[in-house]
């Protein structure tokens, strides 16, 4: 006890010393878990837009579909089965759907495009497809009559670059065509006047209409209304082919999917593929979507679903984006490492300094009389003390950035805002709540302190007294 009480006094002797090497500590602890906050927070704002707008965080599929997404890999749909998935305490719905592929043609264009059947309802509620609907288009008449409206001559040279493009919101429209939010309250009612889009969304009232990729339907040169011909290979290799109407047309944010999808009601895919009551895999809505429920409720829903039927979690169907995300992930740690560098040689700066300082007391104590044992040990409790404030405090200090952005998230403006609309997220950089990266970031903290402090013992049982007392 009282070496502890003559390291707490010791440490407020030079209070300007203690409070560099605490300040250098807080400094590092406090942007370190607020950088990883944020780094976090954001890649759960991704998982979380990825997952909803279309894997799901749980879904049931034939357990080979994965490394062979084929329909020979489909299951029976029955009703008896959903109802029973259903009736897990943490399931909403249950949204079926079945994929393939196919050649669409219109006229003397053709292109191989992926066909999702889907419940235009059920998928309505869980991926909110009618947001993602073309409402604008800057077709030839638009932008003729666009031209002769006053419009800043920066937006007049930029229509004719976007002729055909479309959007599905004035976000990524206003982006292109560089309005500025002053000029937006004028120039955006004559853009909803001049290049607003009729378009429909799917109806099982309307089984033979479909929606398709705003990209495809630049490709093939079709329009709501137009006719398009699907043919390809259906369930256990029966013949695909038929005639429909395009419904609608659908603005994705992945080039390649815009390109290429074409989506349908849920029956006509099935009579489409010669695929009565099957589906290739169905979209469990959930409640509870943290990490510890979804792989709770995969267990429970596994123990009754029967092979070769598999209940899949998000973080199995999607390890792509998982291996993309961990890439990232390590070059924003690597950045941490950098800054704990930095850090660090500002420690042990400030030990230095310290060692040097305090040598001829050093010197004097040992020659009086104190073991250099002794001696360490106190100056080690010294240091963990000065090392412990500056922890606690740099813990304390971020608790209310990080709280704060996570309850209110930072909100992108301007152009990153229109960006982010245009992908279909919400313009937000959240935080995440503290969790166990708290503990690792003060670990590592620790640890720099820890070999500061060895450096420190490693001196004083090294220290001549003769030298000491000359310096």
Known sequence: MKDFQLAWRNIWRNKRRTLIT???????????LVMRSFQ?????SLYKN????????????????????ILDNSFEADQEMLSKIESDTNVIDVVPRLESYALAAAGSRTQGVMVLGVDPEKEERLSDMN????KYKLTDEAINALRSEELPARTKKLLDLFRNEAYSSTG??????????????????????EASFTNNYLSESFPQGLLVGSGLSEFLKINVGDTLVLMGQGYHGASAAGNFIVAGIIKLPSPDIDKRIVYMPLETARDLFAARGLATTAVLSIKNFSDKSVISTARRLNSFVEPPLAVKTWKELNSLLLNQMEADSRSGMIMIGILYLVIAFGVFGTVLMMM???RREFGMLVSVGMQKRKLAKVVTIEMFMMGLLG????IIASLPPVIYGHVRPLRFTGEFARMYEDYGMEPVMPTQLPDTYYLWQTLVVLIIISIAIIFSVRKIF???VIDSLKA
Not at 50 to 68: A, K, N, W
Not at 131 to 134: A, I, K, N, P, T
């Open 22 to 32: 605490a300040a250098s500590i807080f400094f590092a602890v406090f942007f370190a």
């Open 40 to 44: 976090l927070g954001t890649y759960d």
């Open 50 to 69: 990825v997952i909803e707008s279309y894997s799901g965080y749980l879904q049931v599929q034939h357990q080979d579909y994965s490394e062979e997404p």
């Open 131 to 134: 947001e993602r609907l073309v």
């Open 172 to 193: 990524r429209m206003m982006l292109d065509l560089g309005i500025s939010a002053e000029d937006s309250a004028v120039i955006l009612p004559l853009l909803r006047k």
């Open 356 to 358: 040097a300082e305090r």
């Open 391 to 394: 922890v606690i405090s740099g």
């Open 462 to 464: 090294r220290i001549n």
